[in-house]
């Protein structure tokens, strides 16, 4: 009897802790990658990981411009801060899934290796960018592909959507005239930005005027070689593998559901952390 009631004891206990570490891996899907060892396997230098060897979860929600002025070669791959199908149904799970553990990884991973042992493994990614002209093609494309879509990523939400307030709404209306017409002329730089490339809301440090553009391949508005250089606040991902298994060859229909996921209140807190040179 005393056995029965130490083994119903147990398994009580047991199952207690299996409840918890359940709620704790509610937030946060583990990645699954083949091409990266798990980190109880073999700890990959990029994932650093806690006491009882998991991963250690850094949201990219999290990321704050200073983050980036740390040496390149320090930087982590970050989580996302949502699981694959949470941007459903703007953006489907599988496109998600393949994006950010794919492309977006391959990127950190080539990027790594094209700093590795070079004088700009330990300058940080935006003097990199600012000195890009004299970079190699693969620390151009690579770098720029890892920062862009850590910016992209964050800047989208399962509860995104609506308008931005604040100083930056004010701002929006005072550059383009409204929401409305801003959105119309962000829409007009993803459209007709030929090929791969990306579409951008930036302020300009100079005189914190708000700016759309767009650049072509992993390019960005902080890279030396930008026709017009600025501090990025909002991305849009127009290459085709960001939304080609959903709209195949519709760039507009998946530019339009872009709004419906949009994160403000991310947008407004980059918006904020911008240092105006005045
Ligand atoms: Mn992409």
Do not use: C
Not at 41 to 57: E, R
Not at 124 to 149: C, E, M, Q, W
């Amino acid at each position: 009897m005393k056995h029965r009631i130490l083994i119903i004891f147990l398994v009580a206990i047991a199952a207690s802790f299996s409840n918890f570490s359940n709620a704790q891996d509610v937030k946060v899907k583990p990645v699954k990658s083949k091409t990266t060892p798990k980190p109880a396997d073999k700890p990959a230098s990029d994932l650093k990981t806690d006491v009882q060897g998991k991963p250690q979860i850094v949201p990219v929600t999290d990321l704050k411009i200073s983050t980036w002025s740390a040496p390149a070669g320090e930087l982590t791959f970050p989580e996302l801060p949502y699981k694959y199908d949470q941007l459903e149904p703007v953006i489907d799970q599988l496109t998600v899934e393949i994006h950010y553990d794919r492309h977006h990884r391959a990127y950190y991973d080539n990027f790594k290796k094209a700093i590795a042992k070079s004088e700009f493994e330990s300058m940080s990614i935006l003097d990199i960018f600012t000195k890009i002209a004299s970079a190699p093609v693969a620390i151009r494309n690579n770098g720029g592909g890892f920062y862009n879509h850590v910016l992209y990523w964050e800047n989208l939400s399962a509860k995104g959507g609506g308008e931005p307030t604040g100083e930056l709404a004010d701002l929006i209306k005072k550059h383009f005239g409204g929401f409305n017409e801003f959105v119309e002329k962000f829409n007009d730089a993803a459209k007709s930005r030929f090929g791969s490339g990306w579409a951008w809301l930036s302020v300009d440090p100079s005189n914190g005027e708000l700016f759309i553009s767009s650049t072509a391949n992993q390019d960005n508005p902080l890279m030396g070689t930008s026709e017009r250089k600025g501090i990025p606040i909002l991305a849009l991902d127009v290459w085709e593998h960001a939304y080609y298994l959903k709209y195949q060859n519709k760039r507009a229909d998946y530019i339009s559901g872009f709004w419906k996921i949009v994160n403000w209140p991310v947008v407004e807190k980059r918006f904020k952390q911008v240092k105006i040179n005045k």
